[in-house]
């Protein structure tokens, strides 16, 4: 069975600096993966998916993520930040269209802003 | 489109009663999905179906009921409402189950 980890529980930026949000997976193949943002009392959004092809995967908002098979790793980015992207950023990884295979989330990365 | 509903918004429970969590979407979606939410344990899947009349476990299934007797619509029920069922609960739904969900805007539950 698939997992994912996300090991940041809270991250703080300043307005405009750099972003990046860890995601790793356990999983024997290529995984569906992908990352949903959740504002605050809302439902979730997808941001950005991976299932094949290029690595670097380009989403709404900004961000970009990029799939590393060799790290296990599915990191999100965005080049600078706005005071709007403070919500709680959710990776998940999908094991395919087998009747078991499932859609697991991580725990999630609550992303504050500093002015 | 209304996208994928969710009713009530809010609920307050007594240990041992039962209710029903709508859900409806009308994007004409084949896979829907229960989740709940509970703080630092990010998204749990509940149930879910790949299609009228087909529904199947997730990762804590215990306590929760579900059918499909429809595309459109997805209810999930508790039989007997436990304090540790109180949650934040979300109804999603997609095209097929690798693809992208789009979630309801979720209903609080809280079982005293």
């Known amino acids: 069975a698939q997992s994912v980890t996300q090991p940041d529980i809270h991250i703080t930026v300043s307005e405009g600096a750099s972003l990046e949000l860890r995601c790793n997976y356990s999983y024997g193949a290529t995984p569906y993966l992908f990352w949903y943002v959740q504002s605050p009392g809302q439902g979730l959004q997808l941001l950005l998916k991976?299932?094949?092809?290029?690595?670097l995967v380009q989403g709404i908002k900004g961000f970009e993520a990029e799939f590393k098979r060799s790290q296990s790793s599915f990191n999100l980015r965005k080049p600078s930040v706005h005071w709007s992207d403070a919500a709680e950023y959710f990776c998940a990884v999908g094991a395919g269209y087998s009747s078991a295979s499932k859609i697991i989330f991580g725990s999630g990365t609550r992303l504050s802003i500093r002015p | 489109n209304a996208g994928v509903t969710q009713t009530p918004k809010f609920q307050v429970l007594k240990t041992g009663q039962s209710m029903t969590l709508q859900c409806a979407q009308d994007m004409n979606h084949e896979y829907m999905s229960w989740y709940r939410q509970d703080p630092g344990m990010g998204l749990r899947l509940i149930h879910y179906?790949?299609?009228?009349?087909?529904?199947d476990q997730g990762e804590v299934p215990n306590g929760y009921n579900v059918s499909r007797s429809t595309t459109e619509d997805f209810p999930l029920r508790l039989l007997s409402a436990a304090p540790s069922q109180t949650s934040v609960y979300f109804c999603?739904?997609?095209?097929?189950?690798?693809?992208?969900?789009?979630f309801g805007p979720g209903t609080r539950l809280t079982v005293l």
């Open positions: 999603a739904s997609s095209f097929d189950k690798m693809d992208t969900q789009y």
């Open positions: 991976y299932f094949s092809g290029d690595t």
């Open positions: 179906s790949v299609g009228a009349g087909i529904t």
